[in-house]
């Protein structure tokens, strides 16, 4: 098996099953944890993780499909990520405006956290990803994205498509203006 990705909370690997590309999530073991408790953990945001990705396709939307799902682990499509998100920019603003009109918050936002496969938009890594119907939520939701963006160009310009794209998609445009309700807030804290 081929480790893709490695990070505090998982490992990933690529495999082939019955001649399919898969990907498996394996969510690492905290050795600081009670091993009952670290046990307990690992399996209830491995669930969530699995709920949340099965429901945002029963929305319409794309994530990959789930093969199976252990205590541990998850074993799920491979998707090739054509890495041409700056092409894609509203389609994903879109994306991310339907995620949240069916209010579903990722919580963890970022270029590498959406796969771009034919011209499809897939969101992956639902680990700190929950169900809210708060404007608050939602603004954070899309500052955390807002801030990576900016982290990495340093412009406004990736961030400026993902909010065209999203005002597009939203069936409420006060979440976008929250935004610097909350980027206000921060300031002067
Ligand atoms: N189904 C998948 N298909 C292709 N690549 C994947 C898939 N799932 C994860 N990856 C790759 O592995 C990386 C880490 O996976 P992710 O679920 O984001 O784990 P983590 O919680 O460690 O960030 C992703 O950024 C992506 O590059
Ligand atoms: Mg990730």
Redesign the pocket.
């Known amino acids: 098996m081929e480790i893709?990705?490695k990070?505090a909370?998982?490992t990933?690997y690529k495999t082939k099953l019955f001649n399919k590309e898969v990907?498996i999530?394996e969510r690492n073991s905290k050795k600081y944890r009670h091993p009952v408790l670290d046990t307990k953990i690992l399996k209830t945001r491995n669930k969530e993780e699995a709920f949340l990705l099965k429901k945002i396709k029963e929305i319409g939307l794309f994530s990959?499909y789930i093969y199976s799902v252990s205590n541990n682990k998850i074993i799920?499509?491979?998707?090739k990520?054509s890495k041409k998100h700056k092409d894609k920019l509203e389609e994903i603003g879109i994306e991310i405006a339907k995620l949240h009109n069916n209010n579903i918050i990722h919580g963890d936002l970022n270029l590498?956290?959406i796969?771009t496969n034919n011209n499809k938009v897939y969101f992956?890594?639902f680990?700190l990803g929950y169900v809210s119907l708060k404007i608050e939520d939602k603004a954070t939701d899309l500052l955390v994205f807002k801030k990576t963006l900016l982290a990495l160009k340093r412009t406004e310009k990736l961030w400026v498509g993902i909010k065209e794209g999203y005002l597009k998609g939203t069936n409420n445009k006060n979440i976008i203006k929250h935004i610097e309700n909350i980027e206000k807030r921060g300031r002067y804290l």
């Open positions: 893709i990705a990070g909370e998982a990933i990907c999530k990959p799920m499509e491979y998707i990520n590498i956290n796969l992956i890594d680990g």
